[in-house]
């Protein structure tokens, strides 16, 4: 029996065809969202793992029973909750198809949480829960491995400001108002 691992040093100790056939069934019921691993011929070695999020964050505070907002602050997950959060705010105000989404990533570090495709759009967004975002080596490295013509880093403060001419903070509170719709 093979082990299939999502995360490294994280086996559930079943098949691999197991774990994708769960996953595609929770996927389809929409309890999870699996963005794919995104490849491009770079010459740098890539994430081939999926990223695997619960898109009802209401859910996965109740599965880690987080009761409050204070049990939120201080649990090791408040910040994948977070994370969750918002990647769903970005992909429904896109109109994003399931098809449109993946993640990429580099072994040296490099990331982008969601790459959003449509068309000749090529969209980057790191999600940081953080009320005063800063633009990072990974996601410079990301715009020009990409060649994404948009980036964003999503985060919890109050404003959306330019990082740089590619680069914007998004205010998670202000994706209506500053995010293009499909």
């Known amino acids: ?100 989404c993946y993640f990429w990533s580099v072994h040296s570090g490099a990331e982008i949480d969601l790459l959003w495709i449509r068309g000749r759009r090529r969209w980057g967004f790191e999600f940081k829960r953080t009320s005063s975002p800063a633009l990072s080596r990974s996601l410079m490295n990301a715009v020009e491995e990409l060649k994404l013509q948009r980036a964003f880093v999503v985060h919890a403060g109050e404003a959306t400001f330019p990082l740089h001419k590619q680069v914007t903070a998004l205010a998670v509170a202000r994706v209506l108002d500053d995010v293009p719709g499909p």
């Open 1 to 100: 029996m093979k082990s299939w691992s999502l995360a490294p040093n994280f086996h559930f100790g079943v098949s691999d065809k197991t774990v994708r056939h769960y996953l595609d069934l929770l996927a389809s019921a929409f309890v999870v969202q699996v963005l794919p691993p995104w490849h491009a011929n770079l010459g740098k070695r890539q994430g081939k793992s999926p990223k695997v999020t619960i898109r009802d964050t209401g859910l996965l505070h109740a599965l880690l029973d987080i009761r409050d907002r204070r049990d939120l602050e201080r649990h090791p997950k408040g910040g994948a909750s977070w994370e969750a959060f918002a990647l769903r705010q970005i992909t429904q105000r896109l109109g994003a198809l399931p098809q449109e």
